[in-house]
């Protein structure tokens, strides 16, 4: 059964960072393009930062652009989104997904398997 987990979400003042991490069991992440998504009360899943399967392509959101960095160890299966100068609409549930391609993209709707989010909170 393939699965994705997030991990490292939580509260932080605005201004300050974050990284989280999603691992996938079940199956290898290395022929899977993978995206980091979010998603606050009452409004659509947005906001994707992507990589390709050899970590060398990225894509990004323009309300993320600048700020977050996607990476990917394929060795530990794993991606990590490190999130910088965070801001209050930052706010939300933040999903890993994954792709079968090697085509980097940023919409939601193009990703076949979905985590179960971990809540991400800036607030002072």
């Known amino acids: 059964q393939r699965q994705l987990v997030e991990s490292g979400g939580g509260w932080v003042q605005p201004g300050e960072s974050l990284r989280l991490s999603c691992t996938a069991s079940?199956?290898?992440?290395?022929?899977?393009?993978i995206g980091w998504f979010r998603q606050a009360p009452g409004k659509e899943r947005e906001g994707g930062s992507c990589?390709?399967?050899?970590?060398?392509?990225?894509g990004y959101a323009d309300s993320v652009q600048g700020r977050f960095t996607i990476s990917r160890d394929n060795a530990k299966n794993t991606i990590y989104l490190q999130m910088n100068s965070l801001k209050p609409e930052d706010t939300a549930v933040y999903y890993c997904?994954?792709?079968?391609?090697?085509?980097?993209?940023?919409?939601?709707?193009?990703?076949?398997?979905w985590g179960q989010g971990t809540q991400v909170t800036v607030s002072s």
């Open positions: 997904a994954a792709r079968r391609s090697v085509v980097v993209v940023t919409s939601a709707a193009r990703y076949e398997y």
């Open positions: 079940g199956f290898t992440l290395t022929y899977y393009a």
């Open positions: 990589v390709g399967v050899s970590g060398d392509t990225t």
